[in-house]
């Protein structure tokens, strides 16, 4: 019997806890998996005359990355189609960049905008200064963090908002001192009114920037990702994508569960599990327990500087505690969006008296800050943590000057994303980026995990220093780690025999390069369930 493929490079990195003394060097792959794993018997023992055999001189082959946690469907098709407000750090920058769209566009057409830093605001956001520059003209920006919308008096108009609108979670939409509409559009069902009035995109269009974004991401070496959402049109455009070809990456999708919603709707999300292509399939369920910090509809034990941050998106708490229960019995692993303390505490709570599922363990994402008395938890529950490192070091600095750290205060800011304490205490982080809310690229994703700032900016301080963690931590956090928070360690997150053929090729081992040579270490390639997807390699037959 004969391998479809063998991977040669100088060296397999599994990276387990110590140094492996006899690194293999090549990887055999047949039907999709790996069949054989060692030096250069491989060749020997595996190479038939229809091999494929791949040589890397000097790369490193690791197990494929995976991003725990993204946006995939709808990022894409908001990247492509609205305006990238990344970077601008004041007031005039935005409306300059709304300036040049109108421009190309003209004033009848909607500006749709991402990325927006609620930092530009001297005060509490609002619609009003985009009325002043841009009269009459239909604005609607999402926040960096993506539960919030800062809409033009045009666009509150247009649809009507009243600010009387009621929701089943704690959505809003804000009024001014007059009572009537700020223009500031809190948490998702609220926005959901907005969003409705978007410009639609036809599917073919979709999917094409669907597939554009997923192969950059295969480019940055992921060969998967955990689409934390399975919203329309998800599915049509992930089958439309597969009609024609493969998906680049293999996607785990997790349908939200609305916030107080009730059995008839769980319902309809255990029956989405069966849901699947030949790359992507449904599995498990998403909850959003709290908002975020940055707009006060987080969590927290105690209320932030502005008496905000201490209410949960589901008003009946209970109505959560049941719903975890259900997605228990009828096998469905969940991940809970907790930013909050109490958040954190809450979802902890719940977890421990339902219990895990047997196909894979319930999981917790975000955790921004919690005290010290919950960090030991996650590992004694079996609780794998999600963690997005570029949300510490790309949203928050050290000297606390950005808005989250200012509304939660110090104390609780010092307890920020506390990576090392939770590997320290044994638990189980699985590294994401949140895409389109955090980079996209993994290397730089990690190399911030271990410097705990950005990468490209040396001269800034970094946040809470002592959470940064080793190269071998963070890389395991984007291989072994989610591949344990989706029941799938047995056959995931791992060069062995026996496991799928999900592989990354860097030109040089990640763990011989300073974080900042990370980031810019070129992927050579990347196998999928056993297809090679090619960037640079060299390739002969034998």
Known sequence: MHADLIVRAARIENFDPGPDPYPATSVAVRDGRIVAVGGDRVLDDWAGPATQVLDFPGA??????????????????????????????????????????IAERGTSAWVTGYDLDLNVFDGAPTGDPLERRFPGVPVSLM???????????????????????????????????????????????AMDLVLAHYPEVPLPAAAGHVERQLREFAATGLTGLHALDFTAPSEDVYRLIEKDGDLPLRIRCSPLVPADSGRDVWEEVVAQQRLAGRRWHVAGAKFMLDGTADNGSAWFEHPDVHGQNRKPLWTNVDRYREAVRFFTAHDVPTATHAIGDLAVRTALDVIEEAGHPASGPHRIEHIESIPDALVPRFAALGVPAGLQPVHATRMTR?????????????????RGWRTR?????????????????????????????????????????????????????????????????AGAAERLGRIA?????????????????????QAANPVLGTVVDGGFIPRTPQEHAS
Not at 398 to 414: E, F, K, L, T, V
Request: one cysteine or more.
């Open 143 to 189: 926040t960096s963090d993506a539960h919030s919308l800062v809409v033009s008096p045009a666009v509150v108009q247009q649809i009507g908002l009243t600010g009387r609108e009621t929701f089943d979670d704690a959505s809003e939409i804000v009024v001014g001192p007059d009572g009537s509409p700020s223009g500031f559009v809190l948490e998702l069902q």
């Open 421 to 485: 304490d939770l590997l320290d205490h044994g638990a189980v982080v699985a590294l994401g980026s949140d895409w389109p809310i955090g980079i996209g690229d993994p290397r730089i994703a990690l190399a911030d995990a271990q410097l705990r700032r950005p990468v490209g900016r040396p001269d800034l301080a970094p946040v809470q220093p002592g959470q940064g963690i080793t190269a071998r931590e963070a890389y395991a956090g984007m291989t072994r780690a989610p591949a344990i928070a």
């Open 60 to 101: 490193t082959v690791t197990p494929g990355l995976t991003d725990s946690h993204a946006h995939p469907v709808w990022g894409a098709i908001e990247v492509a189609t609205g305006l990238d407000l990344g970077g601008a750090a004041t007031l005039d920058e935005v409306c300059a960049r709304i300036a040049g769209r």
């Open 398 to 414: 050290a000297d606390q000057s950005d808005n989250w750290s200012r509304r939660i205060g110090p104390q609780r800011a010092a």
């Open 497 to 517: 025999p026996g496991h799928l053929a999900d592989l990354t090729v860097f030109a040089r081992n990640p763990l011989d390069l300073t974080p900042e040579e």
